[in-house]
């Protein structure tokens, strides 16, 4: 059994990008440049935004925090994010989700210019993925993607059994996975909620990747010999172990499932890391686009 | 054993169509207008752009064809494409593919406003399609979603195995059949070239769906007794049956799956005659947003 470390993957992405910010910067090209619009104060989202704009800071990017209250309006919403498209020193922004109930999150994600789209929460991105064309891939699924490249795993052919069909990570992975390409070529099914006979299913697959935030949800008489699982699950159960007196715990029942895994992804330390590795290096392909 | 008879539900469409646009234009609305672009004399592409336009006659809409030589630039035909974006007599427009190898189709499918994209290729309506908003959806995935929806078939919770990930049949249905809703929130694996073990995964599947076109592939010992079988392949091959000396084949082995499947389309008269049905409720769906 190896495991799938992202913790030092997202650190080894990093350093890469780093490294590209300094060759730029030092040919007289412009810093890549991140905003994040921040909306009211949920622990949260100013959480993930302060942890995002940290790493722009460790890979030398720039970048702009752009805050409103809670009570902003959606009119006033959508011009800072026209205000955004249009800034030329902006290469790509995000507006951290969610939003407050007055405001539609279709609208304002609708809104912002595909080309600065680097959460690719944009239709016209989710669209392009599927064509293959290019296009910025959300966070979660690309750090899958980079996780399974760099550990040099197999997908051509295998199949791929994905629990939970989320918009931003069983979606979008489901598509990536069977499409063309290396890693891709995966026959892949996408189970759910409504999915009968999922234990059978499980038994099948090559790789399963578990993204429902159900604790322990899979068992190791779930898993065949073998088997490669991707555990996406973050939930904080209370615990006496630490100071905050909680912990986060994945899908996956680790400690039983792990020893009959060829690879595994812990938590925390497996793909949480990676997701905003994703998004710094979805913020230097739009500068490098420039 | 029933078959799905597309011939005479493609009927009942354009009936209730024509019966819609009936009401709209007593009730002094504007007529809906599909206009399409036809690029050099394909026969194939002119023999499905003048069934479209008859098809547009048969249920009352308005139909204007544009026509290009084969070598128009691409410049040009961008241009029609704006112009038919401003034009507000146009409710839909098409550009019948595939075009001449000068010509992106990428950058004219995305120059197509959305709103008028009756054909779903726009990839803001594919990324649309799978966040589950109001999109429109191409013309033979909707057509398959039309016929399970009006057969009665069930498709939650069900084993839904898809042959073929193509970008206008597979890989959109694939997302539509395992989205919640009705029909929808199925459990889809989706198959290709590449797939292992395809026999072992038909066998298990309440639902097979086979987009190929490869004729016969599908055989008997690949179904299980009470499956459904949808079949889009229609490939021609040569008759001596038939004045024009050749006949639709689809990817089904229909003589021997038949006998055991609930439901199983037939080629011809199956999948097929649901496409132009598709296009037009498409177009009616932009009219009624006017």
Redesign the interface.
Known sequence: MQLIDGKQTSRTVKDEIALEVKQMVASAKKRPHLAAVLVGNDGGSETYVAAKIKACEEVGFSSTLVRFDEDVSEQELLAAVNKLNKDEDIDGFIVQLPLPSHISE?RITEAIDPSKDVDGF???????M????D?YISATPQGIMELIKRYGIET????VVIIG?S?IVG??L??LL??KGKPG????????S????LKE?CLQADIIVVALGIPEFLKEDMVKEGAVVIDVGTTRVPSSETKSGWRLKGDVDFEKVAPKCSYITPVPGGVGPMTIASLLLNTLKAARKK
Chains 1, 2 share one sequence.
């Open positions: 279709e944009h239709p016209q991105n989710l669209g392009r599927i064509t293959g064309s296009a051509s052919g295998k199949h069909r918009n979606r979008p489901s598509i069977s499409l070529d995966a026959t892949v099914t996408l189970c759910h409504r999915t009968k006979g299913l």
